[in-house]
């Protein structure tokens, strides 16, 4: 670092003043992950995988923001879910997984119209609240918490 002391961030010179030598870590920082969401006009094959994050319309990009870092939470497979929205209370195409993560009452009834009685009875489908519920609601919050441990569980099991 070279220059005057005044040139430092704040925090540069906070900690240079209590004798802290920040550690810096040599790895670069990692890309951020991109995650689409599918709608129900994409025509895109999809293919089948863990789990699948089920969403209603229209969602806001902090409802979105939310579901996104409540999913990082649940690890790498649940992470990078494909997320498909329910239109007008259907579902297009959804592919068959171990697992489901449904956002709401009727995005549930949408997934159970479209999938096979036998894909639900292999797929674990755990239900969340709407994210707007969860925004909203402390106990919103702890269900969700309580799914996606039960998610979680059930992907670690490797049981279909």
């Known amino acids: 670092m070279a220059g005057p002391a005044h040139a430092l961030p704040h925090r540069e010179r906070v900690l240079r003043a209590l004798g802290v030598t920040p550690w810096v870590r040599r790895a670069s920082a990692p890309e951020p992950v991109v995650v689409e969401t599918l709608v129900a006009d994409d025509a895109a094959p999809m293919v089948a995988g863990e789990c699948i994050v089920v969403l209603p319309s229209g969602c806001s990009a902090r409802e979105l923001d939310l579901v996104g870092r409540a999913l990082m939470t649940a ?3 649940v992470a990078r879910a494909p997320r498909i929205e329910v239109r007008d209370g259907q579902l297009a195409a959804v592919p068959e997984a171990r697992a489901y993560l449904v956002f709401g009452e009727a995005q549930a009834h949408a997934l159970g119209r479209e999938l096979p ?3 639900l009875s292999r797929a674990h489908i755990v239900l969340a609240d709407e994210p707007a519920g969860v925004l909203a609601s402390g106990a919103a919050k702890r269900r969700l918490w309580n799914a996606l441990r039960s ?7 490797g049981v279909e």
């Open 117 to 119: 009685a036998a894909a």
């Open 151 to 157: 998610l979680r569980r059930a992907l670690a099991s």
């Open 75 to 77: 690890g790498a497979a």
